[in-house]
């Protein structure tokens, strides 16, 4: 029996084509992972802040060698047992200058509420390297600290004098060869200054032409004349003398703020109200989870920070059930106070000593300022 009939011809099936649809679909996907791949490596404008570590100012803080010691310290005074929490509130920044977020990391920030885009020159000025933008933001760190402890002494009847100090100048400082780390500020064209604030809008104000400075260098005073030079900072001219200022404090005890690898002044309240319950009997907060943020001058003043919606998600991470605020970053708090979370309004360390104190008596919670459109 044949198992081929060798008069039949085997003719192949038509080949299949692809429809047209599928067709343009392929070539659309591979369109889309070509224009994926590029921007990944494409340099990109901006950076992304998202919420840091959380350091209670109760509690302790790690050393260089991986020990543990209390953040805050004190000798020379009487100290008192703590309890509940005052945090104070990080921001990480994801890229710099040298390295920049691709667009993929932009677009995965863009859409979670934690986080935040910002335009580069925001947090890293032109013509500022990342190491000297980390330089300046330790030195604002230590400066927040002495600013903090003045505060806190100063709110508890400690005398503990001022005195506007250089702690550095720039490599293009128009005050090289004139001023001196450790230099006294006495005052700018004739007019006292008592903060950094001060000089940098008497500066201003010349709108270039030359500064007179007083200051005092080894116990001597003596006049010295600067140009500042011109700068654009977020858009705005600006005029620098190159300089960074620190105010110089006579303690009567010592205080010592443990805290590595963090920078800016951002902490400075939550330094102060942390030194006030380490050396004051009972709990400042009454035990419970407070966070807060704000810079702070000697005389208790508390001013804005950057970044305070991602400090809002990172106190409630912590477990923070009170946060306190400037009152001059609300606009920013308003439509964005993550759930649980009672956000307090504050100009001046009294007014967050109020808060606490509330806390602490279990009073009227609804009758202190807060953050409203």
């Known amino acids: 029996m044949a198992l081929f009939d060798e008069n039949v011809t085997i003719v192949p099936a038509p080949r299949r084509h692809l429809p047209r649809g599928t067709i343009a679909g392929i070539w659309a996907l591979v369109v889309a992972l070509v224009i994926l791949l590029v921007l990944t490596f494409l340099p990109t404008a901006y950076v992304i802040q998202q919420p840091g570590p959380v350091y209670n100012t109760l509690g302790s803080a790690k050393t260089a060698d991986g020990g543990e010691v209390p953040l805050i ?4 005074a009487e100290t008192y047992p703590t309890a509940g929490t005052l945090d104070l509130l990080t921001v990480q920044v994801v890229g710099n200058r040298e390295r920049t977020p691709s667009w993929i990391e932009l677009a995965q920030a863009w859409f979670d509420r934690t986080r935040a885009v910002i335009p580069l020159e925001e947090v890293f000025p032109v013509g500022q ?3 000297q933008r980390n330089e300046e933001s330790a030195a604002m760190m230590v400066d927040s600290q002495q600013e903090a402890t003045a505060a806190a002494l100063s709110e508890l009847g400690y005398d503990v004098g001022a005195e506007l100090t250089v702690y550095s100048l720039t490599d ?3 005050a090289n060869g004139l001023l001196e780390k450790d230099d006294v500020i006495v005052a700018v064209d004739g007019q006292q ?3 950094a604030e001060e000089v940098r809008t008497l500066v201003g104000e010349q709108g270039g032409e030359p500064v007179t400075l007083t200051i005092e260098r080894d116990g001597t005073r003596q006049d010295v004349t600067v140009t500042p030079t ?6 705005e001219t600006v005029w620098l003398l190159g300089v960074t200022l620190m105010h110089a404090y006579d303690f009567p005890i010592d205080v010592t703020i443990q805290l590595d690898n963090v920078g800016g002044p951002s902490a400075g309240m939550m330094f102060a109200l942390g030194v006030i319950d380490t050396i004051t009997p009972g709990e400042l907060n009454g035990g419970a989870d407070v966070a807060g943020t704000g810079t702070i001058t000697g005389t208790g003043e508390v001013g804005p920070i950057g970044g305070i919606r991602q400090k809002l998600w990172g106190a409630q991470e912590a477990g923070a059930e009170i946060f306190l605020a400037p009152t001059a970053n609300c606009g920013e708090v308003v439509g964005h106070v993550p759930p649980g979370l009672q956000v307090f309004a504050v100009e001046t360390l009294d007014d967050a000593l109020e808060v606490l104190e509330t806390v602490r008596d279990e009073g009227d919670l609804g009758a ?5 459109s």
């Open 73 to 76: 310290q004190v000798e020379g």
């Open 129 to 131: 390297t990342t190491e």
């Open 172 to 174: 293009d400082s128009a």
């Open 193 to 195: 200054v008592a903060d």
């Open 230 to 235: 011109q700068s654009e900072i977020n858009g």
């Open 368 to 372: 202190l300022p807060t953050c409203t």
